[in-house]
């Protein structure tokens, strides 16, 4: 089967923490795609990364990082220095066939 | 380059009532995709356009539901009769192809709300 779990339902913080968001997927298969997506108050899903699941390095993009791990199934979503613009709802998602399996959404809250 | 646009971005109706959902996608895309998320849950898969042709409807939840792709252009969601389960954001996505590879770019959602 395939699934993408997201334990956290709410986080908050304050500004300028560090915070990480979890992601758990299952798979049977070997060549898969992982995404995650910001969904910030104006409701758009927004694109933030795609990782392949032949290539673990770890990435980072400015504030973001991103830790893959096959041998745990997972791909954790970090933000450094988290800012009151980073508040959303982060969604983990499997590419399967030819649509996308999300998680439950993780809602992020920033405070100033 | 416009984004995929819905319309509306909220509707609320009464039950029993009818809506139709739109959806723009980018210009080219020949990939649309419908999804749902009922409040707290997972954004789950409705169905899979390719042009006009239905590639994949295996998450349509019921017969209430119709999805057109008239020209392989603008696609439409239909809920007739909407039923209080019916509530929930209604995404649209398109992509230029279907390899993994591929980004989807969504719209903003349409907030249904059925009282």
């Known amino acids: 089967a395939q699934k993408v779990t997201q334990a956290q339902t709410e986080i908050s913080v304050v500004e300028k923490e560090d915070v990480t968001l979890d992601c758990v997927y299952e798979?049977?298969?070997?060549?898969?795609?992982l995404f995650w997506y910001k969904q910030p108050p104006s409701g758009e899903l927004v694109f933030l990364i795609r990782?392949?699941?032949?290539?673990?390095q770890n990435e980072i993009s400015g504030r973001y990082s991103w830790n893959f791990q096959k041998s745990t199934s997972s791909f954790n979503f970090t933000i450094t220095a988290s800012q009151v613009v980073d508040s959303a709802v982060y969604f983990c998602?499997?590419?399967?066939?030819?649509?996308?399996?999300f998680g439950t959404g993780t809602r992020l809250q920033v405070f100033p | 380059e416009a984004g995929v646009t819905q319309f509306p971005s909220h509707s609320v109706i009464e039950k029993g009532q009818t809506v139709t959902l739109r959806c723009d996608p980018i210009?080219?895309?020949?990939?649309l995709y419908w999804y749902r998320r009922v409040m707290g849950k997972e954004i789950k898969f409705l169905l899979h356009?390719?042009?006009?042709?239905?590639?994949?409807e295996s998450g349509m939840p019921n017969n209430r539901f119709l999805a057109e792709r008239t020209g392989g252009t603008y696609s439409t969601l239909k809920v007739q009769p909407a039923e209080l389960e019916d509530s929930g954001v209604y995404f649209c996505?398109?992509?230029?192809?279907?390899?993994?590879?591929?980004?989807?770019?969504f719209g903003q959602g349409t907030r249904l709300t059925v009282v």
């Open positions: 798979t049977r298969d070997t060549t898969y795609y």
């Open positions: 210009s080219g895309h020949d990939n």
């Open positions: 356009f390719v042009k006009e042709s239905k590639q994949d």
């Open positions: 996505a398109s992509s230029f192809s279907v390899i993994m590879n591929t980004e989807a770019f």
């Open positions: 990782r392949n699941s032949f290539d673990e």
């Open positions: 998602a499997l590419h399967n066939t030819d649509k996308l399996i």
